[in-house]
T-cell receptor, first 117, second 112 residues
Framework: GEEVAQTPKHLVRGEGQKAKLYCAPI?????VFWYQQVLKNEFKFLIS????????ETGMPKERFSAKCLPNSPCSLEIQATKLEDSAVYFC???????????????FGDGTRLSIL | SQQGEEDPQALSIQEGENATMNCSYK?????LQWYRQNSGRGLVHLIL?????REKHSGRLRVTLDTSKKSSSLLITASRAADTASYFC????????????FGSGTKLNVKP
């Protein structure tokens, strides 16, 4: 598609439950990124993929967060044993192949609002 | 923040006035980009300025970059009510060109 599609728009989970978010990148974009935005403030980088391979996962909390981008499937971000502090809006972005010189922008979806009760 | 700060945090102006937002960052960069976020939506790319550029224009937008001061400014001229949104700067640095570092954003309110 022509837009990054994120589902669901809003996800409510009880503390300790699992949460799974999905992202369909723009067709032809080989890079996918996940960001966390808390309280409408700055965007915290979580992880990036080049096709189905993890490119950079330095922002991912080690223990409870995992992500995948498998061929012919939406990308996913999964949080095990959710905590209240995981409440945030999670954004997915995609971009065309890029290097230090191509300077391609990232195209963002509208996010999934995760509420942990 | 992960990378830097933006100021002001909030800005309220009348339609037709100019709006200026500033972004400071902490390390050397490859480029700096400005994004807009409307309420409840994702980020929309506005403009990119490379580290070897000092000024760039796009429609009513003017971006400057001062690498010696590690700062950038975004000027929106002749603002409109539709410009009401939050504005974020993002930087890419070193060889990590696939990881954006975002500022904390400026919330702009343009009153009709």
């Amino acid at each position: 598609g022509e837009e990054v599609a994120q589902t669901p728009k809003h996800l409510v989970r009880g503390e300790g439950q699992k949460a799974k978010l999905y992202c369909a990148p723009i067709k032809g974009h080989s890079y996918v990124f996940w960001y966390q935005q808390v309280l409408k403030n700055e965007f915290k980088f979580l992880i990036s993929f080049q096709n189905e391979n993890v490119f950079d996962e330095t922002g991912m909390p080690k223990e409870r967060f995992s992500a995948k981008c498998l061929p012919n499937s939406p990308c996913s971000l999964e949080i095990q044993a959710t905590k209240l502090e995981d409440s945030a809006v999670y954004f997915c972005a995609s971009s065309q192949p890029r290097d230090a010189y191509s300077n391609q922008p990232q195209h963002f979806g509208d996010g999934t609002r995760l509420s942990i009760l | 923040s992960q990378q830097g700060e933006e100021d002001p945090q909030a800005l309220s102006i009348q339609e037709g006035e100019n709006a200026t937002m500033n972004c400071s960052y902490k390390t050397s960069i490859n480029n700096l980009q400005w994004y807009r976020q409307n309420s409840g939506r994702g980020l929309v790319h506005l403009i990119l300025i490379r580290s070897n550029e000092r000024e760039k224009h796009s429609g009513r937008l003017r971006v400057t970059l001062d690498t010696s001061k590690k700062s950038s400014s975004l000027l929106i001229t002749a603002s409109r009510a539709a410009d009401t949104a939050s504005y974020f700067c993002a930087t890419e640095r070193g060889y990590n060109f696939n990881k954006f570092y975002f500022g904390s954003g400026t919330k702009l309110n343009v009153k009709p």
